[in-house]
């Protein structure tokens, strides 16, 4: 069988599901929990008083990356009110990627709900699924290559053996 992150999860093994189901809940949970806080802060300068904004919580490593990713150059037109002249074009950073369809798309993964990518090409609505096979190949990805940090995950050798690679020695990869 030729599995790729634009099928749905239930077309996998019975072995490999509950691991692709088990990571998604675990991204869920972590969407979930961790989002970007700001506060207002003050500081003083020798003669001026600034105001500012501090960044108190972060979001998971892995949702900034993604984020940043597929983030392109947003342009608007907005009322130029200093200059009194009408409008001024203001350029902004933006994702393609939402915090929503995102909490959805892992939640329908680990549910055993989600669809296969399908590409329609009509109108505004270009692809449905799409998010799903995005977090399909995330997660495909953490599970063969496992994950770095404080807290590493190894890689699995059930889903390494399905997919045609070598199994990992689980302690030998603990160790760096």
């Known amino acids: 069988m030729v599995w790729n992150t634009d099928k749905p999860v239930r077309e996998l093994p019975e072995n490999i599901r509950p691991l692709f189901r088990d990571e998604a809940e675990r991204l869920y949970h972590n969407l979930k929990s961790n989002r970007n806080k700001w506060r207002k802060k003050k500081w003083y300068d020798d003669k001026f008083v600034v105001y500012g904004?501090?960044?108190?919580?972060?979001?998971?490593?892995?949702?900034?990356?993604?984020?940043?990713?597929?983030?392109?150059?947003?342009?608007?037109?907005?009322?130029?009110?200093?200059?009194?002249?009408?409008?001024?074009?203001?350029?902004?950073?933006?994702?393609?990627?939402?915090r929503k369809r995102s909490e959805r798309a892992l939640e329908r993964i680990a549910k055993g709900k989600d669809l296969g990518f399908i590409d329609r090409r009509v109108g505004f609505v270009a692809r449905s699924y799409w998010y799903d096979g995005l977090f399909r190949?995330?997660?495909?990805?953490?599970?063969?290559?496992?994950?770095?940090?404080?807290?590493?995950?190894?890689?699995?050798?059930?889903?390494?053996?399905?997919?045609?690679?070598?199994?990992?020695n689980i302690d030998l990869w603990m160790r760096g």
């Open 53 to 98: 904004k501090e960044l108190v919580e972060r979001n998971p490593g892995w949702y900034s990356d993604l984020w940043w990713t597929y983030q392109y150059i947003k342009k608007y037109k907005t009322e130029d009110f200093r200059r009194k002249k009408g409008y001024r074009e203001v350029k902004k950073k933006d994702s393609l990627i939402r």
């Open 137 to 168: 190949d995330i997660i495909l990805e953490r599970l063969l290559e496992g994950v770095d940090g404080w807290n590493g995950q190894p890689p699995e050798n059930e889903v390494r053996i399905f997919f045609g690679k070598e199994p990992i």
